[in-house]
């Protein structure tokens, strides 16, 4: 287990790096998409190829960064319902859940993106519209992100399987990824009633 373990934090330095830097190309997205505005009304100028680039730097940030979110156990759930269920209950539902979905999912979507990647790449694809951009360079972002996402369901499994086995602690929890619900869970206790009649007891 040590080595799939060795695996598994090699796996999440990579998709972390990757990450942390084109989660900036948000920003960048931004500056092109108000400059595009800016020029169109300003000077009625217009430009397929900038256009083009706010969606191509949004597929970036969409699909590269899915892994480095997965990862950091910040992707969509039902908080108050998975919160209620016990830590047990939790790691079979994630286990079962990456090996029956989420891995054959990505599966699919690398074998079918190659052949998709490949057949725009060899036809040199361009845009349909004029002055566009190539579009074999954006469909290989798909071919790319489920790849890099596969390599992160394998590392959740492994983490998964670890903790289950005691031998590594939660990494969500002990990487403090609950600390907003642990809040809302402490204020919600205070909110409890006996707790204010405590408090107007005080106040008064």
């Avoid at 490949?118 to 002055?131: D, M, P």
Wanted: aromatic share 8%.
């Amino acid at each position: 287990m040590g080595w799939l373990l060795g695996l598994s934090r090699g796996i999440d330095a990579v998709n972390a790096c990757i990450g942390r830097w084109l989660a900036w190309l948000v920003l960048i997205a931004v500056l092109v998409s108000a400059a595009n505005a800016t020029v169109r009304k300003l000077l009625d100028l217009s430009s397929n190829a900038w256009l083009e680039l706010q969606w191509v730097l949004f597929s970036i940030v969409f699909l590269l960064c899915a892994p480095w979110t997965l990862m950091a156990n910040e992707h969509i759930r039902i908080d108050i319902l998975n919160n209620s269920l016990s830590p047990r209950l939790r790691n079979w539902i994630d286990l079962l859940g990456h090996s029956l979905f989420l891995l054959p999912l990505t599966i699919v979507m690398v074998v079918t993106a190659v052949p998709f990647f490949l057949a725009s790449y060899n036809l040199r694809e361009q845009s349909f519209s004029s002055g566009g951009l190539p579009q074999w360079p954006a469909k290989s972002l798909i071919m790319i992100g489920f790849a890099l996402l596969l390599l992160q369901a394998i590392s959740e499994l492994i983490k998964r399987v670890a903790v289950m086995r005691g031998l590594i602690p939660d990494p969500h929890v002990s990487a403090g990824a609950h600390a907003a619900e642990l809040e809302a869970a402490r204020l919600l206790a205070e909110l409890k009633p006996e707790n204010v009649a405590e408090a107007t007891v005080k106040l008064e």
